[in-house]
Each structure stands twice: as structure tokens, then as C-alpha cells.
């Protein structure tokens, strides 16, 4: 007979996130922006200035047995940007949590998860139908997810792996490191420590990118440099740049493979990846952009992958790109999808279709968000990881690289075994 488990106690707590918040739309439309300086005003609904700091809600389920599961209600830094849900503010929605959502946790089974995480990423009656912020749903999914690991005394790898029949990983995913463009130091942290790609390296503002994209080209040219000059003959990362449109601002569409073949030759001999060259105003308007330039470059045999990530943010979005044959590789931005089984829903249809995938997210999450997505990246062994949280690289790569490796090493001397009705037990191997 199944044995229904429940939360004793939740509690919803206020903390910081792991980077913070810009009105993506303000910084476009400045002709003069500083980082963290609001000369211009804001445009985006829900922003109070351009660059504001990044807040969470914790979410701590008290199981029957006394451990604590915890996830993280956080969004992205660009948030209310191409079709994403508006700036997440902790202070407006935690009486909502404490009135309406806590009452219905209470009853769920802990049990298993899949079906709880699809309970809490439906609309709600009691909201008039109306579906929970991202970042709620993302952060309650995340609670759900490693209090059923806690109730069966394994991994949140091992309950993905179970409900989804997925096989774990037997080594660590490939890291993309997150870095400032400006911190050298940081670059060459990253090629000591061999990251498998690198330097993601934000390129937000026209001017980031220089007059004819001078700027950048010599930035990549540069990067390549490095590694050669740094790294073993035996390292070869792959290449990554976040561009958010900035690419599509500065040329227009018939002169952008141009330019992308001089980023794969400034690059040389490593294979590149841009993500978002373009962002354009609608999500239709953006596959066909993305299918064109990803058509124009296969014929000319430019060497550039193409990542997807504005306009691309739920499971529906994905595969809309897929479809379309619009991408190379598609970012499943984890709080942008909400509960967490999307994310998994995602990276498992991506390697259906053969559609390369990053499981992604944002600077501005948490060490607890970063956590649940290694375990699921375990599960579901996309291409790829984004290192978060934060834009440091050493600490986001060392948070991932260590939540896998420890699992890894949980695992190894044990052999799985998924039973039906969410039972799971183990046996020596």
C-alpha cells in the first residue's frame, strides 16, 4: 500500500539572488549606458530603475522525518523581455504564497514529484485561472523535486531519472563559463581549468560590440589567442558569445553572415556558438530571422552555430524552433519555463529531435537553483551547462562541477533500481 507523504511545515523566506535585474529594453534604446548607473530611466513595465538588485523567495518544506527541502523563486536578469513574465518583486507575492499557495502545498504528496510539479505550473482556480509567476512555479518545483529525493533517500538525479526512464550520466556535463569581458585575470582562470566552453562573455549595448563589430572581432580574436597561449595543445573549448541582438542592430540581415564569418575566422581553431545575434519584436518574427541566417551561413559554409534564447522560452517556443530548423542549439533558460519538468521536458525533446541544447538559466540565480540543475543535467544529459549562479565563472563552475562529481561519486558503488508507485530502493553493485 502506497504511503502518502506530506509537508508538516512550509515557510517562504526573502533572500538575494546571484546577480540583478536590467531593463533590457532601456539599455537598447540608450545611446550612453553605465552598468550600474541609471542615466537613462526605465521602460520596461515593473522597473523602478534601470539596474536593480536581485531578490528570491526561499521555499522550506519540513517533511514528517525532520530534513528540510528547499528551493529558490528567482527569474532571469532580463526580465519582461521577449514575451518573459514581468520583474519578479518577493514583497508582492508573499502573502499570496502564505495565503493561497501554502495551504494547497500542504496536501501534496512528496512522494513523487512529476505530478506535483505539473500541479503547481497549471492556472489556478483560486487565481482566477491565472498561471504563478515563472520564478514561483520555477522555485516551488524545485522544493517539490529534492523533497522527494529526501523521502527516498536519494538523488534528485535518481527521482528525474526514475519518472522520466532516462539513464544518469556517467560523468560530469560540459560547463559553459560565464565571464566578464573585461576581467582577463578571470579568462585565464578558466582556461587553468579547462572549461569545456568559454567565455559567454554578455555583449548587451551596440556600442559593446564596436563600430562594424570591430570590438568584438578583436575580442574574439583575442580570446582565441589566449587559450593558445595559455592552454595545453590538447585544450579545445568551444567558443560561446552572448550577443542579445546586438549583432542584428549593427548590420542588417543580409550583412550579418559576413561579419560571422569573420568572427569564425578571428576564432580560428576553435568551433564558435552566438547566441541571440538577433532579437527581433515577435516571436514568428524571430524563427524566420534565425531560419534565414542559419539557411544563408549552411550555404556559404560559415562554421557559426546558432543559439536561440530571446523569444524561445517555454517548451512550446522550443519546439517551434526546432520545427522551424531555425537554430543549431536552443538555451532552456530554467526559469523562464517555470517548473522544473519543463526544463526536463525540454532538453529530453531537443535530444529526440537532435537539436543541440544548453541547459541554461541566469546569473541571477541562486547556489540552490544552480544544484537542481546539475542533478537534472545528470538526468537528461543535455550538450552543455551554464555556469551559475553569478557572473564569477569560479564560483558558478565550482558549484555545478561539484554537484555532479559528489553524485557521481554516491552512485557509483550502487546500482538503481526504479520500483513502480515511487518506490525506490538500492542494492550494492
Known sequence: MHLKIQPTEIRFVRGLSGYFHKDLQAVKQSPSYDPLVDNVSPVTAGFKSVVQAGEVISVLLRLPNGAVAIGEC????FSGAASRDPLFEPSEYLPLLNEIIKPKLLEFDVSTFRVNSIT????????????????????????????????????????VCQEWNTSISDMPIDILASCHRNDHLQLDRMIMKQVALLPHASFVHVNDIGPRGETMLEYVAYVSRRIRERGDAEYQPRLHFDVYGTIGDAFTDAEIPDFLARVERAAQPYEVLIESPIVAASRDSQILSMKQLKKSLASRRINVKIVADEWCNTLDDIKMFAEANAVDFVQVKTPDLGGL?????????????????????????????????????????????????????????????????????????????????????????
Open 74 to 77: 528567482v527569474d532571469v536578469i
Open 120 to 159: 503547481i505550473d497549471e492556472p489556478w482556480p483560486e487565481l482566477g485561472n491565472k498561471r504563478l509567476h515563472t520564478a514561483i512555479r520555477y522555485g516551488l518545483s524545485q522544493a517539490l523535486l529534492s523533497a522527494t529525493a529526501l523521502v527516498h533517500h536519494c538523488t534528485m538525479a535518481e527521482v
Open 341 to 429: 519538468h519543463n526544463s526536463i521536458d525540454a532538453v529530453m525533446y531537443c535530444l529526440k529531435q537532435n537539436i543541440g541544447c544548453c541547459l541554461g538559466g541566469s546569473a541571477n540565480e541562486t547556489d540552490i537553483s544552480a544544484r537542481a540543475t546539475a542533478q537534472v543535467a545528470l538526468a537528461t544529459q543535455p550538450q552543455f551547462l551554464l555556469s551559475k549562479p553569478g557572473i564569477g565563472a569560479d564560483e558558478g563552475v565550482m558549484i555545478l562541477t561539484n554537484e555532479m562529481t559528489r553524485t557521481l561519486a554516491l552512485l557509483v558503488n550502487y546500482k538503481f533500481i526504479p520500483q513502480f508507485q515511487g518506490s525506490f530502493e538500492y542494492i550494492r553493485g
